[in-house]
């Protein structure tokens, strides 16, 4: 996936909202909903027929099945394996009978469709997305209060709902409890039907509960944006690279000093951190710096991409593609690059930034078109290392 597919996808998906509203506003404001209907192109991201789809991946999502109900007629049945379609439906149905709304998690393995939307998602976030699950209730069901610890984009697949959702901003709570948390409440709320195709922008810490109003299916996906704390991370990680003083031990009896609340010269060492990081961070070169290197470790970190096994001949005429879910980050020194691809790292000599830049920005090419002041030699070597990190797959008429 390269910048314009990411795009692409995201524009379709969208829609009526562009890219540029949806990221300059909608991510920066509270809850939106943008209208569909059931022929747009998000309420197909389950296919043609979701329930069946859904269904058939008995083996995959039955053991992940987990629940909620705001007023359960009595114990979940037990979560296991299931030997057909026809026992899943009689389990899921067992959910409904009793209240609960069944959460099928864990969406990206099982529709490409979720799954593109969701790479592309992470592709101009630079963040993972954490959650993409569907909700699958009968007409009768209730949610309890709650919310969550990531933005939402909740797509209505099937049936309706009604949610009724907080009208104060949102706190943005950290991930962490705190102290003698509240339980959420909804005080001042908005009462928001949703029908096939519709969408819902729900910000992270937002009080919210739902009533399905027939039996409904609906997708959540959720992520959390970078954050002014995510940034600042990032600046002292890179700072700390270049600092070995940053890298050092210190109070080494720790157990001690929080027993006795006593940290002796640790906040020297810390006020002195600090302090060289907002030096540093008086350079805006500094900190692009620490962002770019900061994107190389996320997109690395993403779900390794699967890899063709065992790896194929090629020759210099092999058409190969970018493979499913292929996204990546390039940064480089004077000596090298730095191909940072979900799941890892490539690390190539600065002499073949050409082609590197090449492979990943053509998403299907032969491996004789690959460009810069290499042998063939070099290109198949080359095409052979992304073949086997999963970027490149042979392509069907290779």
């Given at each position: 996936m390269i910048f314009a597919d990411a795009r692409d996808t995201l524009e379709r998906v969208?829609?009526?909202?562009?890219?540029?509203?949806?990221?300059?506003?909608?991510?920066?404001?509270?809850?939106?909903?943008?209208?569909?209907?059931?022929?747009?192109?998000?309420?197909?991201?389950?296919?043609?027929?979701?329930?069946?789809?859904?269904?058939?991946?008995?083996?995959?999502?039955?053991?992940?099945?987990?629940?909620?109900?705001?007023?359960p007629l009595g114990p979940p049945p037990a979560i296991e394996r299931v030997a057909d379609v026809e026992e899943f439906k009689a389990k899921i149905e067992a959910f409904h009978s009793l209240g609960y709304t069944v959460r099928l998690p864990d969406l990206r393995a099982i529709a490409p469709g979720i799954d593109a939307f969701s790479r592309a998602l992470e592709f101009f976030l630079h963040k993972p997305v954490e959650a993409a699950a569907v909700f699958w209730s009968r007409g009768d069901a209730k949610a309890p209060i709650h919310y969550d610890e990531y933005d939402l984009i909740v797509i209505q697949i099937e049936g309706a709902k009604r949610w009724f959702i907080s009208d104060a901003p949102s706190p943005l709570p950290n991930t962490w409890k705190g102290l003698a948390e509240e339980p959420p409440v909804l005080d001042r709320h908005s009462v928001i039907d949703v029908g096939p195709g519709d969408l819902l922008f729900i910000p992270r810490g937002t009080p919210h509960r739902v009533d399905a109003l027939a039996t409904s299916i609906h997708i959540s996906i959720g992520f959390v944006p970078l954050t002014v704390r995510?940034?600042?991370?990032?600046?002292?990680?890179?700072?700390?690279?270049?600092?070995?003083?940053?890298?050092?031990?210190?109070?080494?009896?720790h157990a001690f000093s929080v027993r006795k609340n006593d940290f002796g010269d640790l906040g020297r060492s810390i006020r002195s951190g600090v302090s060289s990081l907002a030096a540093h961070c008086g350079s805006d070169a500094f900190i692009a710096q620490a962002l770019q290197r900061r994107s190389s470790r996320v997109i690395s970190d993403l779900d390794k991409l699967?890899?063709?096994?065992?790896?194929?001949?090629?020759?210099?005429?092999?058409?190969?593609r970018h493979g499913s879910g292929a996204i990546c980050h390039l940064i480089s020194n004077a000596q090298m690059?730095?191909?940072?691809?979900?799941?890892?790292?490539?690390?190539?000599?600065?002499?073949?930034?050409?082609?590197?830049?090449?492979?990943?920005?053509?998403?299907?090419?032969?491996?004789?078109?690959?460009?810069?002041?290499?042998?063939?030699?070099?290109?198949?070597?080359?095409?052979?290392?992304?073949?086997?990190?999963?970027?490149?797959?042979?392509?069907?008429?290779?």
């Open positions: 969208l829609a009526p909202l562009s890219l540029g509203e949806f990221l300059d506003e909608i991510l920066l404001g509270g809850v939106v909903k943008a209208p569909g209907d059931a022929g747009c192109e998000r309420a197909r991201l389950l296919g043609e027929d979701p329930q069946r789809l859904l269904l058939e991946q008995f083996d995959y999502l039955a053991p992940r099945i987990t629940c909620h109900g705001a007023e995510d940034a600042i991370i990032a600046s002292l990680d890179h700072l700390s690279d270049l600092d070995i003083s940053l890298r050092e031990t210190v109070d080494s009896r699967a890899a063709t096994r065992p790896l194929p001949n090629v020759s210099i005429d092999t058409r190969v690059i730095d191909f940072s691809y979900p799941g890892g790292h490539i690390y190539i000599h600065r002499g073949a930034e050409e082609s590197v830049t090449f492979i990943a920005e053509t998403p299907e090419f032969r491996i004789r078109d690959i460009p810069g002041m290499v042998g063939d030699d070099v290109r198949i070597a080359l095409a052979g290392r992304f073949i086997s990190a999963g970027f490149l797959v042979v392509a069907a008429d290779g």
